[in-house]
């Protein structure tokens, strides 16, 4: 059972714009600024927001992130076939005094 | 190359010991914490604890505390994990990355860098 919560599965067609969405408590979301990261098994993890809304180099401006209480939310825009992952929501969370991840979403681009 | 090198898979039986390392090029580890983090077979990510390679400091998940041992060499920029007695159940995706941490309110904690992996099989 991850500490933050995300919806297992999101689909779309190419492009459209899909939102997932992260919910999680005070200790967590409700303090501390969210991150998320894009995941294809058995490859690296790749950051694709930091601070809820930072694009690191090199991230197209088709991801976008935002936060509002105890949720956060990823946004992405003009849905390409290739962004079909498992995308990841983590947090810092002063109970643990460390990161924690949502369970994560499957994006399948139909 | 700023990269974080994994070996790609081992295989063990329960109760053996195992070191999986993760070597950094292109930074130096002093500079940053180093994380790790577990994926088991059909689940997601999960943190397990990070170290300070400047000085040692760990901190550590309540869920991994005692059952691994992290550290570091300097002198070949590498971190390590260490198990002294596998289970079963330590089957899964082990990653390593470079981690930003600056303590708030609001804390800002990300991992900026990842290793490709390690698959760690346990059975017997």
């Known amino acids: 059972q991850s500490v933050l919560t995300q919806p297992p599965s999101v689909s779309g067609t190419p492009g459209q714009r899909i939102t997932i969405s992260c919910s999680g408590s005070?200790?967590?979301?409700?303090?501390?600024?969210v991150n998320w990261y894009r995941h294809l098994p058995g490859m690296a993890p790749k950051l694709l927001i930091h601070s809820d809304n930072q694009r690191p180099s090199g991230v197209p401006d088709r991801f976008s992130g935002s936060r509002s209480g105890t949720s956060a939310s990823l946004a992405i825009s003009g849905l390409q076939s290739e962004d079909g992952a498992d995308y990841y929501c983590a947090a810092w969370d002063d109970s643990l005094t460390g990161p924690v991840f949502g369970g994560g979403t499957k994006l399948a681009v139909l | 190359e700023v990269q974080l090198e994994q070996a790609g898979e081992e295989a063990k039986k329960p109760g053996e010991s195992l070191k999986i390392s993760c070597q950094a090029s292109g930074f130096t580890l002093t500079d940053f914490w180093i994380g790790w983090v577990r994926q088991k077979p059909g689940e997601g990510l999960e943190w397990m604890g990070s170290?300070?390679?400047?000085?040692?400091?760990?901190r550590e998940s309540p869920s991994f505390q005692g059952q691994v041992t992290m550290s570091v060499d300097l002198s070949i920029n590498t971190a390590y994990l260490q198990w002294s007695s596998l289970k079963a159940s330590d089957t899964a995706f082990y990653y390593c990355a470079r981690e930003i941490v600056e303590l708030g309110p609001p804390a800002l904690n990300w991992f900026d860098l990842w290793g490709q992996g390690t698959r760690l099989t346990v059975s017997s």
């Open positions: 170290i300070y390679p400047e000085d040692s400091d760990t």
């Open positions: 005070h200790s967590n979301i409700g303090t501390n600024t």
